[in-house]
């Protein structure tokens, strides 16, 4: 399932986050990954993980 907040929520202070659910899944693993909602292009790309050391 896709799931994106600010569709139904105007105010929440996550913009263009999308949420890819996966429910079912029958030799694997089920869960939720985010991904960056790219209107301009109608597509989803990858997060930018930062890590910051100390």
Not at 4 to 14: A, F, I, L, S
Not at 24 to 46: I, M, S
């Amino acid at each position: 399932f896709l799931y994106r907040e600010d569709y139904y929520n105007k105010d929440t202070p996550e913009q263009n986050v999308a949420e890819c659910i996966v429910a079912k899944n029958r030799h694997g693993e089920t869960g939720t990954v985010k991904l960056q909602w790219l209107p301009q292009f109608t597509t989803f790309a990858d997060r930018e993980w930062r890590h910051d050391e100390g």
